[in-house]
């Protein structure tokens, strides 16, 4: 998808669109690229997995740009057109709950949701939060993770604007740098195996999340695993095709580049 334009002059059309992990009141959020994103892809069903709102950011230190509110504009404006959205509060814009409540009508308010694809697999979608008792992680080292985290966010973020302004196209350096330390590596895994296990326990066929700012489509022991990525490193959506086809977008370059594609269809829910 080409920068600021719809992709060869008209709209991708998806039966499904996902989105997790934006950070709207975040500073390093990059909510540009995602109304650019918007402005190229229709979809019937538009699904908000968590973490839309940084209200913990918002608490620390007020910030928000005209880009921020267009995102908000622009997912309303397609309800209105007749898009069903679902939002699904994350960690991060859980005390909104209340005002998601008093959005009632204008979106759907769920902790957790099941998305029936149009192959008739049954996706047990949550944000992921509901794991993070379960992870194995010393304190000190999540401590250092975090604080080494920050740090790597706003070089990413000053290299893409960078890049932005000489017309470049966005690079994840956030994403390539967290994925080559062993630690973080691990701690992934970790989460997408407890995921795709909690999904399997309940009988469902797959797991729709995001929370870990790690987008991926794979097979875990048979259960489908979807992490849509987010706004703030990746850049990246989880989109479900008309006949049921689901792919993890990147924006990065005309048009939308498929990260990866699901492998042959997980069985039909009974």
């Not at 229709?42 to 910030?63: K, P, Q, T």
């Not at 920050?150 to 390539?176: C, D, K, S, T």
Request: proline share 4%; charged share 20%; with cysteine.
């Amino acid at each position: 998808m080409a920068s600021g334009k719809p992709m060869h002059g008209s709209r991708l059309s998806v039966r499904t669109l996902f989105l997790s992990d934006i950070h709207l009141g975040f500073r390093l959020a990059r909510a540009r690229e995602l109304n650019e994103f918007l402005h190229g892809i229709e979809a019937e069903c538009i699904v908000l997995v968590g973490d839309i709102i940084d209200a913990l950011s918002l608490a620390r230190r007020a910030f928000w740009s005209a880009a921020h509110t267009q995102v908000v504009r622009t997912l309303l404006a397609r309800q209105r057109a007749g898009t069903r959205l679902v939002y699904i509060p994350g960690n991060h814009d859980e005390s909104l709950g209340m005002l998601a409540q008093m959005l009632q009508g204008q979106l759907e308010v769920h902790r957790e949701w099941v998305h029936r694809t149009a192959r008739g697999e049954r996706l047990l979608v949550l944000h992921g939060d509901q794991f993070d008792g379960s992870m194995v992680c010393p304190r000190w080292l999540s401590r250092l993770g975090d604080l080494l985290h920050g740090v790597m966010l706003g070089v990413n973020h000053q290299v893409n604007n960078v890049r932005r302004a000489l017309g470049r196209p966005y690079f994840p350096l956030a994403e390539r740098l967290k994925l080559s330390v062993g630690t973080s590596v691990r701690y992934i895994e970790q989460f997408e195996q407890l995921a795709a296990r909690h999904a399997a326990m309940f009988g469902y066929d797959g797991v729709v999340c995001g929370h870990i700012h790690r987008a991926n489509l794979r097979h875990i022991a048979g259960t489908l695993y979807c992490n849509t990525g987010d706004w703030v490193e990746s850049c990246t959506a989880l989109i479900e095709s008309p006949r049921g086809q689901l792919e993890l977008l990147r924006w990065h370059s005309p048009p939308p580049a498929p990260l990866r594609s699901t492998a042959p269809p997980v069985a039909d829910a009974a």
